[in-house]
């Protein structure tokens, strides 16, 4: 906790220079918060070198779930030093939904938050970006957690069967890929017309699949410019792609992602809903000229762009709008609540329950009917060639099902705090799934301010876990867990 303290005072500081080279007057404050969370990093560091370093499973649920924690408790501190966001419940909300990558935000005129701040808030998600990918790659296989074994093999680095060097070997690997990417963004942002600080926010936010914008109408505010939207459009897909993969293409390995049976999904399903909504936009969504809807190169063009657009955003969970999808058709709506389910691929840094876990649970169950019919033949799950073991389907089928009914339970419990049906459902699945725009009163182009104080709280407590897989979040709150054996 301490070494993470650390790093994120550190980046709060850097966030204090961007800050000063703008003169928006929070630099002493958002110093003094990077200050504030190093010093207790070190404090607790120091009181803490005679124990052992030895991680087994149970510190690993303890390290991973209270390290989000810890960072979101800090990661507020700009917001309440400079006083940009005012109470303790919107800072922690605007904190967790940044680490998280959610981009759900409280803050109703956002062009008028200081370049210091706005640059922390982008900051947010590029650290938790980051942390999902060590996580997902390094971390999670190791735990067991909801079906993530299936991708230990396929982590690049030694075959070790110590901790340490595998996760350093990777860990540094997969940094490597998340920041050129980051910095590639920044780039092709920047000479297709964004202002530079436009650019590196909205890199650090869409390669962390995470939705914070600088723009109160987020990617909307560039309908005028294709050019930037469609940038943006490869690198959510590629951020939504497993890492690893991004690591045997650079490799030269092409054909290793093209043959990926997840990629090939992933792909496929992208394209295909993409030009369902754009059918649907193009012949029966009303597209009038306005802000949010210009006809640059004509209406096709238009309904492609904002169809592919809300597609990619919605399936990667990185929640930048181009539009209000909710006003496009009845069937648009409902057909955007299921993608909020669907999630990227794993290893990546989109939320959701991941396309893997959806084909194997289809493919488990078609093979149903072969089974049913052959009760007596041994017909295993494949994935990429190789057989999944029984074990793996049985954690990924409790994963949904816990996924599942901790939706329903999200919903009721917002829905019994007085919001309506919409928003209820629509809150309680991007909050799970770290999705960021919603439905009802959360709709893509509104905030989450409109909720009552412990609304926030819980879309915070499901943002958390959803981010780390459920299983992470919620054996802690097991009494086994604390039980000593």
């Known amino acids: 906790m301490g070494l993470l303290l650390l790093f994120n005072g550190g980046f709060m500081l850097l966030a204090a220079l961007v800050s000063s080279i703008y003169k928006d007057g929070v630099t002493l404050e958002i110093s003094f918060a990077g200050i504030t969370t190093i010093l207790v990093g070190v404090l607790l ?8 370093k030895e991680i087994k499973k149970r510190e690993g649920y303890m390290i991973v779930t209270f390290g989000w924690i810890f960072m979101s408790l ?7 030093f400079s006083g940009a966001i005012d109470t303790v419940t919107n800072s922690f909300f605007e904190s967790m939904s940044g680490y998280t990558t959610t981009g759900a935000t409280i803050l109703d005129d956002i062009e ?30 190791l735990l067991g957690i909801g079906g993530m074994q299936l991708f230990a093999a396929e982590a690049p680095g ?20 998340y920041f050129g990417y980051t910095l590639a963004e920044t780039l092709l942002l920047s000479l297709a017309g964004m202002s530079f600080f436009d650019a590196l926010n909205h890199s650090m936010s869409t390669i962390a699949t995470g939705g914070f914008s600088t723009k109160n109408a987020s990617l909307a505010y560039w309908n005028n410019d294709p050019l930037i939207q469609y940038i943006v459009i490869l690198f959510m897909f590629l951020a939504g792609t497993n890492f690893v993969l991004s690591y045997f ?21 992208s394209i295909v809903f993409s030009l369902i ?39 990667t969970t990185t929640g930048f709008v181009t539009a209000d999808f909710t006003n496009w058709a009845p069937f648009i709506t409902v057909f955007f609540f299921g993608l909020m389910f669907m999630g990227g691929s794993a290893g990546s840094t989109s939320g959701g329950v991941k396309v893997v876990r959806h084909m194997l649970m289809i493919k488990n169950g078609l093979l149903e009917f072969k089974r049913a019919l052959h009760p007596n033949a041994v017909i295993p799950v494949r994935h990429n060639g190789k ?50 725009p919603a439905l009802g009163q959360l709709n893509p182009l509104a905030t989450f ?16 876990v959803g981010r780390l897989e459920l299983f992470t979040v919620l054996i802690l709150l097991t009494p086994i867990f604390w039980k000593r054996i």
């Open 74 to 80: 800090s990661g507020m501190l700009p917001y309440l």
């Open 277 to 315: 909504v754009a059918g649907v936009v193009y012949f029966k969504a009303d597209m009038p000229q306005s802000a949010y809807h210009p006809m640059v190169f004509g209406e096709k063009e238009s309904a492609f762009r904002h169809g592919l657009f809300q597609v990619i955003s919605v399936i």
């Open 387 to 436: 057989t999944v073991p029984e074990n793996i389907i049985y954690n990924i089928l409790g994963f949904f099902i816990l996924y599942m009914l901790l939706f329903v339970l999200g919903a009721l419990v917002l829905g019994a705090m007085g919001l309506d049906f919409a928003t209820a459902i629509g809150g309680s699945a991007s909050s799970l799934g770290n999705v960021g």
């Open 158 to 177: 030694p075959n070790a069967d110590k901790l340490h060097p595998r996760i350093t070997d990777t860990a540094k690997r997969l940094w490597f890929i």
């Open 45 to 52: 560091m120091f009181t803490t070198t005679g124990h052992k």
């Open 449 to 464: 301010n409109s909720l009552p104080v412990l609304g926030k709280w819980w879309c915070c407590f499901l943002m958390l």
């Open 249 to 269: 293409a650079f490799k030269g390995n092409i054909q290793r992602v093209i043959k990926d049976d997840e990629f090939k999904y992933y792909f496929f399903l």
């Open 112 to 141: 008028s938050i200081p370049k210091g701040l706005l640059f922390w808030r982008s900051m947010t998600h590029w650290i938790g970006g980051m942390g999902i990918i060590v996580l997902a790659i390094a971390i999670l296989p």
